[in-house]
């Protein structure tokens, strides 16, 4: 599509950017980093991370480092590490040097942790989870000292060192740093450094046993690649205060300072990683890649664009607090990408066969049709018209109500860069007394354009012809919730309990006009008068035809902005 950028505003993160460059912080440098778990799927929230670590990085000609925090082997795979290198490649961005990963330094980790031991700044704890928990306090209350937090430097290496050989089994002892167990933040009441987990790691397979948690790694990773603005969600804001602790003992050579900014939040979407696995876990989703999910790989499937979730993501901007983005935003940012760059093509998806009287058995004219008015290069394609079409089911009326300007009997329309057709007759299934058929004739002189003596009509319809009709299948998809806001709590009631029922509707038995049948699977057109349809990257190939519905032509949101009330995002 058509990569028309929106002009990103300014923000906080590029004013402390700015004001870093301007006082030579860093010796002038801009590294950045997106630091995904490779535990699932990338969502459009994410797609919000990576287009503001990468974008800062390219503005400012600095360079934004992919790095798996990859310290959990019992949740990770590769599966996800290649899928998050396709997501972030497609949307536009590449990552400086090779991706990293945490894994790259357990060693170094490792030998960091037994420094804070040595340091009499960590120690082993052989309390249970549930233990530590009970001991670590609450808002109110400060925490109780475990009755371990007092053992001998040596014993504590010990300890650590017969961890790693593996001796002790999962959750027997963990290593915990020592801070304050009565600190106002709980997450400095002697936070978990390592745990045991004998697993294998989709990376260093079964060379360790011993993993560290994601708060002491995340910061030391930073500081080993020299990251000079760590950028996280909002959500780890109290866990800043941990990540500065850890680099202020190790006191490593390069230090990074973390900024929080808001994450996304998209009515009638849910963004947890946990929820969106238990769609596609419990079966309620076709996969990660199902068009109605919010991952970049089922929008991709969908039909969005990289350039139309870029310029979604500049539109929302960065913020210090947290909101909601109304849906219709992102729609209505695919809607104008698509179009400007959509082929415009005929489809009818419900049809209803119209036989031409007056139009000769056998003959065939060629119709001139417009690929893209919005882009005149685009050119035109030749369209079949023959004695037997179908039009949308819809389209026919035999009793119109008031204010419905399609067919009916007796009346007259144009038929999409072809002839004003009047309807003649009505045939009807004996059985049913369903309409099974249309009889119509044509007037000649309006091939392509108005009646020559004047005559004006109401209403243009797209067809296909009959006799070169391709037969599809298509799936229109609507937003996957009923609610604005299905992860507020009600009671009784979880998240799954607001799914939309009528998210997916399949329609076999589709026309679509004859250039469809070399459509590329991933090519995203204009139904004429319908809406966006991608051809199904997965399904779509030679001999069968997949459709599934981008968008519709609808925008509420273009409604908003040309009424001079811009929706709060």
């Known amino acids: 599509m058509a990569d028309v950028e929106i002009k990103a505003p300014s923000n906080f993160i590029k004013t402390i950017i700015e004001e870093d460059l301007a006082t030579g912080k860093h010796g002038g440098r801009v590294a950045t980093r997106f630091p995904p778990e490779p535990n699932g799927y990338l969502h459009i929230g994410h797609a919000k991370s990576i287009c503001l670590n990468f974008g800062l990085a390219r503005t400012y000609n600095g360079t934004c480092n992919l790095r798996f925090d990859d310290t959990n082997p019992t949740k990770e795979d590769v599966e996800y590490v290649d899928a998050i290198k396709e997501d972030v490649r497609w949307l536009g961005f590449q990552w400086h040097e090779e991706e990293h990963y945490a894994s790259d330094y357990f060693e170094q980790l490792y030998n960091l942790a037994v420094r804070l031991i040595k340091d009499g700044k960590a120690y082993v704890d052989s309390l249970n989870a549930d233990e530590i928990r009970d001991f670590r306090g609450t808002l109110t209350e400060p925490g109780k000292a475990s009755p371990f937090r007092n053992r001998s430097v040596e014993e504590n290496l010990d300890l650590f060192q017969r961890m790693r050989d593996g001796e002790f089994d999962d959750g027997q002892h963990v290593l915990r740093a020592k801070i304050d167990m009565a600190h106002p933040n709980i997450l400095l009441r002697d936070p978990t450094l390592y745990r045991i987990r004998k697993a294998s790691h989709h990376r260093t397979g079964d060379r360790w046993c011993i993993y560290p948690m994601y708060d002491f790694t995340h910061c030391i990773s930073d500081a080993i690649e020299c990251i000079t603005h760590s950028i996280c969600t909002l959500e780890f804001e109290n866990n800043r205060a941990?990540?500065?602790?850890?680099?202020?003992?190790?006191?490593?050579?390069?230090?990074?300072?973390?900024?929080?900014?808001?994450?996304?939040?998209?009515?009638?979407?849910?963004?947890?990683?946990?929820?969106?696995?238990?769609?596609?876990?419990?079966?309620?989703?076709?996969?990660?890649?199902?068009?109605?999910?919010?991952?970049i790989c089922g929008l991709r499937r969908r039909g969005y664009t990289p350039e139309s979730i870029r310029n979604f993501c500049e539109r929302i901007g960065v913020a210090k607090a947290n909101s909601v983005v109304d849906i219709a935003l992102l729609e209505h940012t695919i809607r104008e990408d698509l179009n400007r760059g959509a082929a415009r093509m005929m489809a009818v998806l419900r049809p209803l066969k119209v036989v031409i009287e007056n139009f000769p058995e056998g003959k065939v004219e060629e119709l001139e049709a417009v690929n893209n008015p919005e882009d005149p290069a685009a050119g035109t394609r030749m369209v079949p018209f023959s004695r037997t079409l179908y039009i949308e089911q819809e389209d026919f009326r035999e009793d119109p109500p008031k204010k419905y300007f399609r067919l009916a009997p007796g009346r007259e329309v144009r038929l999409r860069y072809a002839f004003f057709i009047t309807c003649t007759g009505v045939v009807k299934d004996p059985a049913t007394g369903e309409i099974v058929e249309l009889r119509c004739t044509y007037d000649p002189a309006t091939r392509g354009g108005d009646a020559p003596d004047g005559r004006k009509v109401k209403a243009t319809l797209h067809w296909v012809?009959?006799?070169?009709?391709?037969?599809?299948?298509?799936?229109?998809?609507?937003?996957?919730?009923?609610?604005?806001?299905?992860?507020?709590?009600?009671?009784?009631?979880?998240?799954?309990?607001?799914?939309?029922?009528?998210?997916?509707?399949?329609?076999?038995?589709?026309?679509?006009?004859?250039?469809?049948?070399?459509?590329?699977?991933?090519?995203?057109?204009?139904?004429?008068r319908l809406g966006y349809f991608c051809a199904d990257a997965k399904e779509c190939g030679e001999g069968c035809l997949v459709f599934n519905r981008t968008v519709t032509l609808k925008d509420s949101w273009a409604r908003i902005e040309q009424a001079g009330q811009p929706a709060k995002v």
Not at 265 to 275: A, D, E, G, Q
Not at 489 to 494: C, D, F, I, M, R
Request: proline residues 8%.
């Open 242 to 295: 941990l990540y500065d602790w850890v680099l202020d003992q190790l006191g490593l050579p390069c230090r990074p300072r973390q900024y929080e900014f808001a994450r996304l939040n998209l009515s009638y979407t849910v963004l947890s990683k946990r929820k969106l696995i238990q769609l596609v876990s419990e079966g309620l989703m076709d996969g990660w890649d199902d068009p109605r999910m919010p991952t």
């Open 465 to 528: 012809s009959a006799e070169h009709a391709v037969p599809a299948q298509v799936r229109l998809y609507d937003r996957l919730f009923v609610k604005p806001d299905p992860d507020a709590t009600v009671e009784g009631k979880s998240f799954k309990d607001f799914l939309n029922p009528n998210s997916i509707e399949i329609l076999d038995g589709c026309k679509l006009e004859p250039a469809l049948a070399q459509a590329v699977p991933g090519t995203v057109y204009q139904f004429e």
